[in-house]
């Protein structure tokens, strides 16, 4: 598969979870990705740096366009630590950690983040509102409180499946409370 179909199908599946559920400016979206997975073999065993850079370059130019900021999970590694430009870490609050993520010690793909952003920073956690898990990356402990699974009409990126979430507010108060 050509660099630049995979860089479509990475646009086209996050216009549509964002069409589907809109997110606030300044809002994270989570995306974890394994280059491997998407070139059609086992996650962890045979990285791509192109893919990489070719999945990170097409989420952040259509997340930055909309003023979402892009949070770019690590491999288990490094802890599914997050590569963050620094204001989104100051923004939210969170607490940067020192480690560069490289191949094989991060993933291409936050490789690629930490290369690409302007002032690229890693922490261990974000609370994000929406995500993409492209190859089994298992995202989930990034995502706000409720988490409620999205399955795009487009149901791989290259070879990898994938599967998306937005996150909603608790319902709480029980039988006398009401909902929007």
């Avoid at 094989?104 to 690629?112: E, I, K, L, R, W």
């Avoid at 399955?151 to 409370?177: C, D, L, M, N, W």
């Amino acid at each position: 598969m050509e660099f630049k179909e995979i860089a479509v199908q990475v646009q086209s599946v996050i216009k549509s979870i964002l069409d589907a559920h809109p997110q606030k400016q300044d809002s994270i979206f989570v995306i974890g990705c394994s280059s491997s997975e998407v070139a059609g073999g086992v996650i962890g065993k045979n990285s791509s740096e192109e893919i990489g850079k070719t999945i990170f370059t097409a989420a952040n130019k259509i997340l930055s366009r909309k003023n979402i900021y892009l949070a770019c999970q690590c491999c288990e590694h490094l802890n599914r630590a997050l590569v963050v430009e620094e204001e989104c870490a100051e923004e939210y609050g969170l607490e940067i950690v020192s480690v560069v993520p490289w191949l094989h010690g991060g993933g291409s793909f936050a490789t690629a983040a930490y290369r690409g952003f302007k002032r690229p920073v890693v922490v261990e956690h974000v609370r994000a509102s929406a995500g993409l898990d492209i190859g089994g990356t298992l995202i989930g402990m990034h995502l706000r409180d409720v988490a409620v699974p999205i399955h795009p009409a487009q149901k791989t990126i290259g070879a990898a499946s994938i599967v998306a979430a937005y996150s909603r507010p608790k319902f709480i108060g029980g039988e006398r409370a009401r909902y929007e």
